[in-house]
């Protein structure tokens, strides 16, 4: 099992940044895919970034391309989403997520273990 952890979630004006950690427990964190999922209010979760075991492949939605990177860092058993040139339509609770195999999802329900979420506020 796996267990996730997020902070860094925060309030920032418009054109700002932040950097989301997320904190997984357990030996399963190298094996795992790690992934971005956010919602906002009266919306469906949807996915913003993951990337694979080993850090090689990365994907983002088409909202997050050239805005928000996604790192993991095995030593601290931590990934990472750092978020520039935030806009107010990046206000969501931000979840991050894992699962178990090799392919780097994309979808909600591809991820078997949630973190509770950090909530990220960006005003005009």
């Known amino acids: 099992q796996v267990q996730l952890r997020e902070s860094g979630g925060g309030s920032v004006q418009a054109g700002g940044s932040l950097r989301l950690s997320c904190a997984a427990s357990?030996?399963?964190?190298?094996?795992?895919?790690m992934g971005w999922f956010r919602q906002a209010s009266g919306k469906e979760r949807e996915f913003v970034a993951a990337?694979?075991?080993?850090?090689?492949?990365?994907y983002y939605a088409d909202s997050a391309k050239g805005r928000f990177t996604i790192s993991r860092e095995l030593a601290k058993n931590t990934v990472y989403l750092q978020m520039n040139s935030l806009k107010p339509e990046d206000t969501a609770v931000y979840s991050c997520?894992?699962?178990?195999?090799?392919?780097?999802?994309?979808?909600?329900?591809?991820?078997?273990?949630w973190g509770q979420g950090t909530l990220v506020t960006v005003s005009s």
């Open positions: 997520a894992a699962r178990s195999g090799s392919r780097v999802g994309q979808v909600v329900n591809e991820y078997d273990y």
């Open positions: 357990g030996s399963a964190f190298s094996s795992s895919v």
């Open positions: 990337i694979s075991r080993s850090g090689l492949s990365i």
